[in-house]
């Protein structure tokens, strides 16, 4: 016993190392990251040369060379994007921090894939992300592929709704010929299979990850996730039944998510309070002003600023890390912050190249994270 004691102890301490080695280099990346102001002059410059011009002082310049290239800015940060995040978790003592994020743009990925296979479509653009072009083409055709459950969970129950579907080729117009696979209501059953999914596949993050502050951010990312699709179905008058038989299968008949896509006509915080009692005690998410914050920008009507404010309260909630001086919540913190920062460039960038009024990017712009 004593021998095991010692093991684990020695296991404990090079555990804290590695961390605290990753935090240095964190709290170097930390400096590099664009500030509200830097985005303020991002939006003032007058054409694309003098965008490019800001750009060049910062770690982007590598990235984009010439004005040809802020044509191409998705691509190219996608690769700044995953190249930093492959970086931190090469080094990271734990991958589970650096998958959280990782998945979640292979969901994205996953949507369109099996949207185009559908519809007979091939995608042109490069899928970027941990999951490669090959793997999405073996596990849409059945082969033995080694990825989450939560994709072959998504793909098995869209096959098993679909019985025309055959795995070397599927007739679009059959498809769209069924009742419950009209033109116009496919694409968001597959947005409700596979954001069900993965809202399900994110209690392995809340169970696996053992720090306060992360789990706090994750129960909450959970909640406005969820209140997104079903405030999303809602506005855009989709029969509920299809919440029920897409999104929420695989949720326990008690589970939250059902008692809210239950009521989706709210017009105060008493349904949403009421909904989260018993089911999020002594936690944020039965606080007054963050109930008050939800009920406001729900369901006036389809809008940018539901996710604008959840994001914003989001990174607010994981902002307090910057203070903590090595540990995966440092680690988690800057990844949140630096998810943002890609968000907001692209954002920017692609407002510049389609000559978008200044206004409208920023009031989408999310708060940086420092």
């Not at 404990?12 to 985005?39: A, P």
């Not at 990271?92 to 949207?115: A, G, M, T, V, W």
């Not at 968001?188 to 993965?198: E, R, T």
């Not at 936690?283 to 007054?288: A, E």
Request: proline content about 2%; overall charge positive.
């Amino acid at each position: 016993m004593k021998r095991l004691r010692i093991i684990n102890e020695m296991k404990k301490e090079t555990s804290q190392n590695n961390w605290c080695y990753l935090s240095g280099r964190i709290n170097v990346l930390e400096c590099n990251l664009l500030t509200q102001n830097f985005f303020e002059r991002l939006l003032s410059g007058n054409d694309l040369t003098e965008v490019l011009s800001i750009l060049n002082n910062t770690t982007l310049k590598t990235y984009f060379t010439h004005v040809k290239h802020l044509y191409e800015f998705e691509a190219l940060l996608d690769d700044y994007y995953y190249n930093r995040l492959y970086e931190i978790r090469s080094l990271s003592p734990d991958s589970i921090i650096c998958d959280f994020f990782l998945i979640k743009n292979d969901i994205i990925n996953l949507k369109n894939f099996i949207k185009a296979a559908i519809q007979g479509r091939s995608i042109k653009k490069f899928l970027r992300g941990s999951i490669n072009n090959d793997s999405w083409s073996d596990l849409w055709q059945g082969k033995a592929v080694s990825v989450p459950e939560v994709f072959k969970e998504s793909i098995s129950f869209l096959k098993k709704i679909i019985p025309q579907y055959s795995q070397n080729q599927t007739s679009s117009y059959l498809l769209m010929q069924r009742k419950e696979f009209k033109k116009d209501s496919l694409p968001f059953i597959i947005d409700l299979i596979c954001d069900g999914a993965y809202l399900r596949y994110s209690e392995y993050f809340y169970n696996e990850i053992q720090v306060e502050i992360i789990k706090q951010y994750l129960q909450i990312y959970k909640l406005v996730k969820a209140l997104g699709v079903i405030r999303r179905a809602t506005a855009l008058s989709l029969d509920t039944k299809l919440l029920d038989q897409y999104f929420l299968e695989g949720f326990d008949q008690n589970h939250v998510f059902r008692k809210l896509a239950m009521n989706t006509t709210w017009t105060s915080g008493e349904a949403l309070h009421e909904a989260f009692v018993g089911a999020y005690c002594n936690t944020p998410l039965r606080d007054h002003h963050f109930i008050q914050m939800l009920s406001l920008n729900l369901f006036p009507k389809i809008s940018f600023q539901y996710e604008v404010v959840t994001d914003n309260y989001l990174l607010d909630i994981i902002r307090p890390v910057k203070y903590i001086p090595f540990g995966p919540e440092r680690v988690f913190g800057y990844l949140c912050g630096f998810t943002t920062e890609v968000f907001n460039l692209k954002l920017v960038l692609g407002g510049k190249v389609q000559r978008i009024e200044n206004k409208l990017l920023r009031e989408r712009l999310r708060k940086t994270y420092v």
